[in-house]
Structures are given as structure tokens and as C-alpha cells.
């Protein structure tokens, strides 16, 4: 696979319901998929769990698991099922770390990173791409600062 996007998930799941990547290979091995779509997913805790190599196509977005890998944090919804930025600030931190080393890794740009509704009449990840992008620049600058 020639890795040109990074897309950005939510699981889909109230807040606070720790799921792992192990549950969401078993729901998607129930829709008829070979296993698990995305190729990271992200606890609660902040802990980076590897889903499909890097090498594999993804399971995660139409038109685009050729070319990008998925990366997918447990949450995106509110106890009411309705969409919200559910994010740790651990989720948040090894959300920026990852993106950050997969960017370095294949050579990608900010405009590479996109979020599942650019492409999917979706809320996923219940957060927008531009608030994600100056949430990264803000972590790099601080970074910089350290």
C-alpha cells in the first residue's frame, strides 16, 4: 500500500465505554470484514493499539483504504448516542504523537489529514479537521517551546 492519507475515526461509542481494539475486530468480522478496518486505535487511557499493518489496505473509509491509514479513537459519542469530542487528554496526546510519526514516516502534509465525514455523510470523528489541525500545529509549537 502506498500510504498517501492519514483519516481520522471516532469508534462510535458513548463516552467513557472502554472498548479495545480486540472488540472492534470481533464487530467487524461480524459486518462480513476480514478483521479489524483500522490500522490504530486509540484507548481511553491513551495506550496506541495496532489494528491492520501498515502495509494492508484498510476496512475504514470508500474510495480511500488503498491509500490511507485509519486511525481511530474509542468514543465520539455523548450518553445520549449524539456525536461529541469525546477525546482524552491522554487520546488527545498520543493522537498528535502518532499523526505526527506517521506523517514523518511517509512524507505527508497537513492537507493529508483528514477526517471520515470529508468523505462519508458521517459526524465521525465528531470533531472537525480544521479544529484538529490547529490543535497539532498548537502541540508542535509547544513542543518547540520545551
Known amino acids: 500500500m ?6 481520522l475515526h471516532c469508534s ?12 472492534i475486530d470481533v464487530m467487524h468480522k461480524q459486518r462480513g470484514w ?3 478496518g483500522y490500522h490504530y486505535v486509540i484507548d481511553l487511557d491513551g495506550t496506541i493499539e495496532k ?6 489496505n484498510g476496512a475504514h473509509c470508500v ?9 481511530c479513537y474509542i468514543g465520539g459519542l455523548d450518553n445520549k448516542m449524539k456525536p461529541k469530542d469525546t477525546r482524552t ?3 488527545k496526546e498520543s493522537l498528535y504523537k502518532l499523526v505526527l510519526s506517521l506523517m514523518e514516516k511517509y512524507n505527508l502534509r497537513m492537507t493529508d489529514i483528514h477526517c471520515h465525514y470529508e468523505f462519508a455523510n458521517k459526524a465521525c470523528p465528531c ?4 479544529d484538529f489541525i490547529n490543535e497539532l500545529n498548537n502541540y508542535i509549537n509547544c513542543k518547540k517551546d520545551e
Open 51 to 56: 489494528g491492520r499493518g501498515e502495509n494492508e
Open 34 to 36: 476480514k478483521g479489524i
Open 89 to 91: 487528554i491522554e487520546q
Open 12 to 23: 462510535a461509542t458513548p463516552e467513557k465505554r472502554n472498548i479495545k481494539a480486540k472488540d
Open 63 to 71: 474510495g480511500h483504504n488503498s491509500i490511507a491509514l485509519g486511525i
Open 127 to 130: 470533531f472537525k479537521i480544521e
Open 2 to 7: 502506498k500510504v498517501k492519507e492519514i483519516i
